[in-house]
Every structure is written in C-alpha cells, then in structure tokens.
C-alpha cells in the first residue's frame, strides 16, 4: 500500500504530535479539550447546533459555547475533570464570584471524564447553581484561613461525614447528571 501524501507533510504533522505529547503543563488544556467536543457531540446529538468560542478566541472568560435550536440560544460553560478528579475553580484574589448578571439560558456542563467513554458523566447544571456554590465554598474558606486563588468542589463525601460546603457534590447535583432536557425548557 502507498502512502497518501507527501512525506515531509508527515514528518511535520508527527513532529507536532510529538510536541504535543501530554506533560505536566499541557494535560488540562487537553482534558478541557475533550469537554468542551465531548459537550458539542451530546449538544449535537439532541439537535443543538453549537460554536465553540474558544476555537476562535483563547479561554472566553465567560463561557465556552454558543448553542442554538428553533431560536433558543444558551452560553454553555464547560469545566471538564480528568477520571478520578474534582472540578476545580480559580479565581483573582479577592474577587467575589456572583451569580448576578447570569441569566436562566446560561448552563454550566460538567464533564466527570470516565477511563472509558461509557464512564463519562456529565452534568448540565444552571450556571447560577454553579457560581453560588463555588462562592459558599470560597466565603467558607476565606473564613477559616483559606487563601483565596483556588476552588475545588469534590465529587465525594468528607471522610468525616460532616457537611461541607465543598464536598459530596455527586450527590448535591445528582439531579443534573444527564439533565440535557433542561436545555430545551423554557425558564419559568
């Protein structure tokens, strides 16, 4: 069999790749990669027609997606965990975080990368839901010493069994996981 193309086009292409390799410093952006195509397939698949702003413009700090269908338009914030993760928020210091400006047609989906494609989980979340919980955590750690740089909302329960603001988020949103139907509601 023959190769298609030319061969200096290949060894280009493949010194990329090799560039590109996962490290330490790029795995995120390609883990927040596969969130935000993995959330465009699903948005696809139920008749969303999408634009991903981040293809055109670096880290929107806003959102990551425009979607449209029979004129409902929704701003879609992807936050993506790599398998065995929690979903992780940073911030400037001192920089409150509010829901305020956020509208209902304003969704956050987080993407619970599984090993496999059928462990993948996602979450379709009301933004709103999103920031006031990252923002209870943040109040509560800035309050007992916290520096206030990085959130982290876990998945699992405390190992202490009490209540904290930053834990047992599979269960808080268990609602929302698979919630693509809330997409195509119209806000009350």
Request: proline residues 3%; hydrophobic residues 40%.
């Amino acid at each position: 069999m023959k190769a298609v193309g030319n061969n200096r086009a290949q060894a280009q292409v493949m010194a990329s790749l090799a560039k590109a390799a996962p490290d330490r410093t790029n795995v995120q952006q390609l883990v927040s990669a596969f969130g935000e195509r993995a959330v465009e397939a699903e948005l696809l698949r139920r008749r969303w027609v999408t634009a991903n702003i981040n293809a055109s413009i670096r880290n929107v700090k806003d959102f990551d997606l425009f979607a449209v269908k029979n004129a409902r338009l929704l701003h879609i914030r992807v936050k993506t965990c790599s398998p065995g993760q929690d979903v992780t928020y940073g911030n400037r210091r001192n920089q409150e975080i509010t829901a305020d400006d956020i509208r209902e047609t304003d969704f956050t989906v987080v993407v619970r990368m599984g090993a496999t494609r059928n462990e993948d989980r996602f979450y379709v979340v009301p933004s709103r839901v999103v920031l006031q919980a990252v923002e209870e955590w943040r109040q509560a750690g800035i309050a007992s010493g916290q520096k206030d740089i990085l959130w982290v909302l876990r998945w699992r329960e405390h190992g202490s069994r009490q209540c904290k603001p930053n834990y047992g988020f599979e269960k808080k949103w268990e609602k929302y996981l698979d919630g693509w139907h809330q997409l195509d509601e119209d806000a009350p």
